[in-house]
Structures are given as structure tokens and as C-alpha cells.
């Protein structure tokens, strides 16, 4: 078993100085790991564990005493972001950390071994390839990255299981604290107390460490299709971060399964959840994904997914670190996962879950209190109950006699009409403004002063819109002051509501709880207090009382809309240099606005008069505008309290092509630089003048990716980069690719073998010409799958080490076309290096010192090889 050597020996609790140990081995004797068993993808550990753990045990055993759930957490928590970022493939991530969660696993093993629970821990290095639609389209393969997998059970054994997965590994250059260490932490304290608990479980947990989730997705793909134990599992819970610290939230569920849902009902101590994020996510808005994906594709098996999501500013850089992480966080995570864990393990539904499968819950929390949830079904009967109690309360105004329902039916059109129009050219006036913003060069001056987005696209699209209904108050109805076009407004906004209401149920989404509620509470509030108004009209007495009513949807809704702002804000720092944040944040503002403001519409016809509060909304515009104009608000802040970092890329790259004869056709080496948000290098060149636009690329188009070492396939995101020449890169281990054979098959096609071996991470790029097309290959399932722009990106990884990798496809030639001149592919093949040695180069040291403080550069080493056939 090839982990036990480097990983479960040492006699050290001091996890640096195992670090540098582990390093000098793995210098010495970089093939040893490997050697000792190649053919083995998964390892039992077990046997081997119990003989070195006692060292380990007694070595650590006073540290263990007369500590807390969540200070024991924060310790494993800073030991795990201690060895710095954790690629895979670096011994910070395949054997330091691996080798702390061991020993540490081991400690609880041994503690609780007199208990009533067995634990067995396997380490697997799963071999395996897989394609998704994510990111456009998507093919990965891995091999021998790792995966931790523990199970505990009952002392008999048990033939359910329930799945809770985090994972340690991290991108390159960020320690990884809360994406996703935290959680790592918090399920080692979990397992402990399930495993010290004096009442037997029902079921077994596996508790699944994943070391290559940044690798998108990789060793839950591993565990799910490959371990012995996967065809157990009924369920999972997996534990993700968006974010940096705060409340976990639930973002997903299902598919199906209500009894996940309710079993987060009643366990869970601090309730964070909507099925509107659900259904927002699940929409594919928001750029990412994560091993939910993977289990509920690739495993059939129904989750909850879980995140933190506050914060996401920071998200993927240098500064998530774990004293940003508020141990009040890792409380409220432990506690919610051990109760809903505990819940599910004793639970008979995990049994015989497929009874249980149907249908989907409408739920959401209130205030963090209590969770609200429900069948679909009985949600649909709800809505649509909802809906018809507004279309009888409007039908009898409709039927006044005489020509008085006739007439306020007329008026009910004409002022929906109005209040439509009204929001129409309230969005067009604030994106002329965002507009503006943009071409003043100005953009995401909000990111590190969120107010001011406020007070500049909430204070126009609020004016916009009270301007308006003052204009058609004083002009077309011309009267003030009048109650019966208050009344008259408010039936506009319930109606609109009403009618979204149905829709969404129409269209069979849960979230049409939200209009449900603010259809409800305002049209019980307003038959309540119908009295009071028809006598003194919008009194003190009515307005206390009415916004009373609206407290408890506003107060939800207005919960929804900081969510909203707290994901997408922080999104839009890298969302790439295509999509303009001006635009996505002045619609955001003016719709929340709009949303927010439509059962108070009707004050503005009750009101006297409006120039105060036009005036006050006018100056704060103004006041704004000149601010941003001015550039007084810089988009972003290196300050340690709340940094709000530029993210950059920049790759250090030697490229070279060849020709169809195999000859070098060109050669060059530079800094690629790419910025991950629209204001591109517009800040960074007054610090680093050669960054400038000079030095901009663009796409050939007769390249794979363009010709550069793209490492995601996201080239239809940031179209926009930067080439500065620089000096060849000579990482330690070069690329070493070859074609192995080149045959034509019987049914007509030309099937190409090849060979590579090189760094831990690789990109593999597959351009067809014209006249020629991919017909099958040796990844995923056989079908080649193809992105946005009809190229083909392979993701590689390797854990530790890895043997040479092999692969082919086959390409078929359409004879009745003319061929080429270029041939029939090109290959390209791009090198990552990520960790150690072989990802610095003087020149990236050089630059990257002169980076503002402002900035996160992300940097490393890459080649670039094209071959064409
Ligand atoms: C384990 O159980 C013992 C006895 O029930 C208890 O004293 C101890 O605090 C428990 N430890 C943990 C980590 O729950
Ligand atoms: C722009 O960049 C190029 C190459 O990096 C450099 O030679 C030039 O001096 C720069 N221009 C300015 C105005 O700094």
C-alpha cells in the first residue's frame, strides 16, 4: 500500500518539520511512491495504521484534553492551511495533509475504539476520465489523485450508508481556509462525536476527504464510480464554500427526495435556506459548480448541498485564511452538520429511500429561526388558492353596478399600463446611466463601496419611478391627494404580483412562494384595515398598521435581495472581461428597487406632494455621479480588514508550434496576462507600465484556445489578454510528448495514439479542421465533447506521481471535401506548474512585486505545444 510509507509513518506532531522531511524525501526518491504499488488504484490502510498509530496517540494525547468542539476544529483548521495552498499533485496537498488527516483520523479511531462503532479508513488514488457540459463542455481526466474515505458504523457493520464530503485540496496560490479546509475541520470533530456517541447508529456515514475538487470535480467522480462503497451510499451531504466564512446556506437539494429537505427541518440548530437559491443555481446563472453535481449525475444519488457564501470577494486568493474565519461560523457549521448527520443516520427513510423519492419541497428560513417547508404540491394548491382569493377580491370591485365596475376596470388597465411603463423607462434611464459609468471608465466603483451603487442606480430608479406617478398624478388624473387612486394602485401591484405568481406556478417553480407571500399578507392586511381607510384614509393609524402587515414577506423578500447582492456583487470581480458589471449591477439595483417599492406606490397618490423627496433623491444622484465620475471611488483595496482584490492571472509561457512537416514554425516566450474582470489592466498600468495596450493579443484562430495555455476552458469569458516577451521558461521536468501510432482503421477513420508525461496539471486541446471531425476517443464515455467554439479541452491531473499518460482518438476525413492545407488536426499541448521550484521564474518574482497591493496576481509556469497532423 503505497500511502503508508511517506504518509503514515513519523513519529512528529510538529506538522512543518514533516513537512520539510517529506519534501526532502520526495526529492530524493521521486519515483518510490509510485513503485510500491502501480497497479492498485485504492489502498487499504487499515492494517498498516494500527501498528504506527500508538506513537502517533501518545504523542498527541495532551493536546486533546480540555478543548471544545470548535477550538479543536480552528486547530485542525490552521494545521491544514499551515503547509500554504494545496494543488493537487504537491506534497503540500498528496502527502502533508493527507498525512495530518490520517493521524488524525487515527486518534479518533483509537479514542473510540472501546465504543460502539467500528472505523475504517481507506485511501484511494482513483484513476478516471469523465465529460460534463459544465463551463461549455468539458472533459477531464485523472489519475492517482486522492481521496480519504472513512466509514463508520455500528459494530455489526451497516448496509446503508450516508455520504458527507469536503475537500482539502485548493487552487494554486490561495491557502484554502474556508474553500474548503473549514469544512474539513468541522467534519473530523463531527466523526469524532459520532464516533464517541454512547447510542448506536443506525446506518454507516462515510466521511469522504476529497483531495482534487478544484480539478473541477475530480475525486468525487473517483470515489462515486469507483470505491466499493459508493453502491451503499443513499444519500449525501456535501459541504462547499462560495464564500469566505458566515453562515453556511443551503443552495441545494434533491433532485427530489423532499425528506432531505425535511430532515434539514428538523435537525438543523441555525436554519439557513431557500429553494429560491436552489432554483437560481440550478438555472446555471452562476459560474460553478460542485461534487453535487457529480453525485447526483454520476452517482444517481440525492444530496444537500451546503456553502458559505458571505464574502466571496476573496474567494480563491491569497486571503482566505483562516483567521478570517469566525469560529462563531465553525460552530454554527459543526453543530447544523453533526445534528442533520445524527438525524439522518438514525433515520428509516435513508433505508428505503426510493419509497421516499418523489416530489420536491417548497422551503425557505425565517430570519435564521425557523425553516418553512412543504410538499410542491400542496404549494401549487396554496398558490393557486392565493391567486383566485385576488381575482374574487378584484371581480367585485369589476362588479359594482352601473357603469361603476366597468369604470374601474378601465382605470385598473390604464394604471397597470402606467405603472409597467413606469418601470420600463425607469431600467432604460439607469442603464443609460450605467452606461455612461462605463464610458466614463468608471466600472465596479461599487466593489469596494457596495453603498454607492445604492445611492446611485437606487436613488435614479427610485426618483425615476415616484417622478413618473407625481407627472401622471398632477397631469392625467390631475387631482392630489386622492384615495381612490391610492386604492386603485395598490390593486395594480397585487395584480402584477398575482400574475407572476401564477406564472412561476405555471411554470412548476417552488419559488413561487415569494410572490405567493406578497400576494397574501397585503391583500389580508388591506380587507383588515379597509374600514379604517374607506373613514380617514392613509391616516397614521392605517400606515403603522399596514406596513405591519407587509413586515414579515418584506422583511423575507429584502433577506432574498441581500443574498442576491451578496453572491453577484463579489461574482462580478471575475465574471471575465466580456460582461459589463455596470449593466448586471444597475439592472440588479433597479429591479429590487421596483420590487421593493410596489406596494408603496400607492403613497405617492396619497401623498400632497413629492418635491421633498424627489429633491433629496435627485442630490443624492448627483452628489454620486460626481463622485464616481471624479474616480474618487476606486473599485478595489488591498486593506487587511476587507480586501477587495483585482484578480489576475499571469502565466510565464514558452510556446512553440509546429508545421505539418514537424518542423518549429515559430517559438516565443512571454508573460500571458489575463484579467479576470471588465476594467481589465485600465489600473494596473499606471503601476506597471508595460502592461499596457500594446501589448494586447488576440485570438488566431487557426490555433487550439486561441494558442495560449488556457487552463479552464473559459476563452469566451476574457476574451481580453496581454502577451509581454519574456525569457524561455526551463521547468525541471519538461513535457515529454510524442505520437505513439498512426493507423487507419477499418471503418475509414485515422485513429492516433499518444503519450505524454509531465507535470500534475495539463491541458490537451483538439482543434479538427475543416473537412474533418472527432468520431470517438479514449475519455469520458467515448464521445467527444466539444465546447462553445467546437474545440475539444482535456483537463489532466496526476496525484502524486503518475505513469506515462496514453491516449487516442479517432478522426474521420470527409474524402469529398477539399483537405486542408494545414492537415486534418491540430494537437496542442499546454503544461502547468503550479507548486515548488519549477512555477517561479525571475522575471514572474519581478513583476509580481511591483503589483499594487490592491491586486491578487495569480501566477505559475506554462508551455504551449502545437502539433499539427
Ligand atoms: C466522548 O465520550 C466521553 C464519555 O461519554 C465524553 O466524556 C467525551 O467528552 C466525549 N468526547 C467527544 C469529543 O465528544
Ligand atoms: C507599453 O508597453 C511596451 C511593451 O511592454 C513598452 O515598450 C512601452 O514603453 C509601454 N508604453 C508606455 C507608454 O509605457
Not at 354 to 382: C, K, Q, W
Request: glycine share 6%; proline share 5%.
Amino acid at each position: 500500500c503505497h500511502c503508508k510509507k511517506t504518509i503514515c509513518q513519523g513519529r512528529l506532531c510538529d506538522f512543518l518539520a514533516e513537512k520539510q522531511r517529506a519534501t526532502a524525501e520526495l526529492t530524493s526518491e521521486p519515483n518510490r511512491t509510485s513503485a510500491a504499488n502501480p497497479t492498485s488504484s485504492s489502498c487499504f490502510c487499515k492494517e498498516k495504521m494500527n501498528s504506527v498509530s500508538f506513537s502517533y496517540h501518545m504523542g498527541c494525547l495532551p493536546l486533546f484534553t480540555l478543548v471544545t468542539l470548535s477550538s479543536q476544529c480552528r486547530r485542525h483548521l490552521e494545521q491544514i492551511t499551515s503547509v500554504g495552498p494545496r494543488p493537487v499533485g504537491s506534497p503540500e496537498n498528496e502527502v502533508l495533509t493527507v498525512g495530518y488527516l490520517l493521524e488524525q483520523i487515527e486518534n479518533i479511531r483509537v479514542e473510540t475504539a472501546a465504543g460502539h462503532h467500528q472505523l475504517t479508513v481507506d485511501v484511494q488514488r482513483p484513476t478516471g476520465t469523465f465529460s460534463i457540459d459544465f463551463l461549455g463542455g468539458f472533459t477531464s481526466f485523472y489519475d492517482r489523485v486522492t481521496n480519504i474515505a472513512v466509514r463508520l458504523e455500528p459494530k455489526g457493520g451497516a448496509q446503508h450508508l450516508m455520504l458527507a464530503n469536503c475537500h482539502f485540496d485548493t487552487v494554486a496560490n490561495s491557502p484554502g481556509a474556508s474553500d474548503d479546509a473549514v469544512s474539513c475541520a468541522v467534519m473530523l470533530e463531527v466523526l469524532h462525536s459520532l464516533a464517541n456517541q454512547s447510542t448506536p447508529l443506525h446506518h454507516g456515514v462515510v466521511f469522504l476527504f476529497n483531495g482534487a475538487e478544484e480539478n473541477i470535480l475530480q475525486a468525487s467522480h473517483g470515489f462515486i464510480t469507483q470505491h466499493p462503497w459508493a453502491e451503499q451510499v443513499r444519500a449525501f451531504i456535501n459541504l462547499e464554500a462560495a464564500g469566505v466564512g458566515g453562515k453556511e446556506v443551503v443552495f441545494q437539494t434533491g433532485p427530489e427526495n423532499p425528506w432531505l429537505v425535511q430532515a434539514y427541518v428538523h435537525a438543523a440548530k441555525h436554519p439557513f435556506a431557500s429553494v429560491v437559491g436552489q432554483e437560481v443555481f440550478q438555472s446555471g446563472i452562476i459560474p460553478s459548480d460542485t461534487d453535487f453535481r457529480i453525485y447526483r449525475d454520476f452517482g444517481n444519488i440525492p444530496g444537500i448541498d451546503l456553502a458559505f457564501i458571505e464574502n466571496g470577494f476573496i474567494y480563491h486568493t491569497k486571503y482566505d485564511t483562516s483567521d478570517r474565519i469566525l469560529t462563531d461560523s465553525i460552530q454554527r457549521a459543526g453543530d447544523n452538520i453533526l445534528a442533520v448527520l445524527r438525524y439522518l443516520v438514525t433515520s428509516e427513510k435513508l433505508a428505503d429511500s426510493s419509497e421516499y423519492r418523489h416530489g420536491n419541497m417548497v422551503f425557505f428560513d425565517l430570519l435564521g429561526v425557523v425553516v418553512v417547508a412543504y410538499p410542491a404540491r400542496v404549494g401549487t394548491i396554496l398558490n393557486y388558492m392565493v391567486a383566485a382569493a385576488t381575482f374574487l377580491y378584484l371581480a367585485k370591485k369589476a362588479s359594482l353596478p352601473g357603469n361603476r365596475g366597468g369604470r374601474y376596470l378601465r382605470d385598473l388597465a390604464y394604471a397597470t399600463g402606467i405603472a409597467v411603463l413606469s418601470w420600463f423607462v425607469t431600467l432604460m434611464l439607469v442603464l443609460i446611466v450605467a452606461l455612461l459609468v462605463t464610458l466614463l471608465g468608471r466600472s465596479m466603483f461599487w466593489y469596494n463601496h457596495f453603498y454607492a451603487s445604492i445611492c446611485l442606480y437606487g436613488s435614479a430608479a427610485m426618483g425615476k419611478i415616484i417622478l413618473i406617478h407625481t407627472l401622471a398624478k398632477n397631469l392625467y388624473y390631475g387631482v392630489s391627494g386622492d384615495f381612490i387612486l391610492g386604492d386603485l394602485y395598490f390593486d395594480v401591484s397585487l395584480l402584477l404580483w398575482c400574475c407572476s405568481l401564477v406564472w412561476l406556478t405555471q411554470q412548476g417553480l417552488c419559488s413561487a412562494y415569494v410572490p405567493m407571500l406578497m400576494v397574501a399578507f397585503p391583500l389580508a392586511t388591506k380587507l383588515l384595515l379597509a374600514k379604517e381607510f374607506k373613514h380617514r384614509g392613509a391616516s397614521l393609524k392605517y400606515s403603522v398598521l399596514y406596513l405591519l402587515g407587509l413586515a414579515l414577506p418584506y422583511v423575507h423578500f429584502m433577506f432574498l435581495i441581500w443574498v442576491v447582492f451578496e453572491i453577484f456583487t463579489p461574482i462580478m470581480g471575475r465574471s471575465g472581461t466580456e460582461i459589463p458589471p455596470e449593466v448586471v449591477m444597475a439592472s440588479l439595483v433597479t429591479l429590487a428597487t421596483i420590487f421593493i417599492s410596489s406596494f408603496f406606490l400607492h403613497f405617492i397618490y396619497l401623498a400632497r406632494s413629492t418635491k421633498w423627496i424627489l429633491t433629496g433623491l435627485g442630490s443624492v444622484f448627483i452628489l454620486t455621479f460626481l463622485f464616481v465620475s471624479c474616480g474618487l471611488l476606486f473599485p478595489y483595496s488591498g486593506s487587511p480588514e476587507s480586501p477587495r482584490p483585482k484578480r489576475v492571472f499571469l502565466q510565464h509561457t514558452t510556446r512553440t508550434f509546429h508545421d505539418l512537416q514537424g518542423q518549429v514554425e515559430s517559438h516565443d516566450s512571454g508573460l500571458w496576462i489575463n484579467s479576470f474582470d471588465f476594467t481589465c489592466i485600465q489600473h494596473v498600468t499606471p503601476h506597471i507600465p508595460e502592461i499596457n495596450d500594446s501589448i494586447r493579443t488576440s485570438c488566431r484562430e487557426d490555433r487550439p484556445f486561441c494558442g495560449y495555455p488556457w487552463f479552464l476552458p473559459v476563452k469566451f469569458l476574457s476574451k481580453k489578454n496581454w502577451y509581454l516577451p519574456a525569457p524561455e521558461v526551463s521547468p525541471g521536468a519538461p513535457v515529454e510528448f510524442s505520437l505513439l501510432s498512426r493507423e487507419e482503421t477499418r471503418w475509414g477513420t485515422v485513429k492516433m495514439t499518444f503519450s505524454v508525461k509531465g507535470p500534475s496539471h495539463m491541458s490537451l486541446y483538439l482543434m479538427p479542421h475543416r473537412g474533418a471531425s472527432l468520431s470517438t476517443w479514449s475519455f469520458g464515455d467515448g464521445t467527444p465533447q466539444f465546447d462553445l467554439s467546437g474545440e475539444y479541452f482535456v483537463f489532466y491531473s496526476h496525484g502524486l506521481d503518475a505513469p506515462t499518460w496514453i491516449f487516442w482518438f479517432e478522426i474521420q476525413v470527409y474524402r469529398n471535401t477539399d483537405v486542408c492545407p494545414e492537415g486534418m488536426i491540430s494537437v496542442a499541448i499546454s503544461s502547468h506548474y503550479f507548486f515548488g521550484e519549477d512555477s517561479r521564474t525571475a522575471q514572474l518574482e519581478e513583476i509580481l512585486h511591483r503589483f499594487p497591493t490592491w491586486a491578487f496576481p495569480s501566477s505559475w509556469v506554462s508551455t504551449y505545444d502545437m502539433y499539427r497532423y
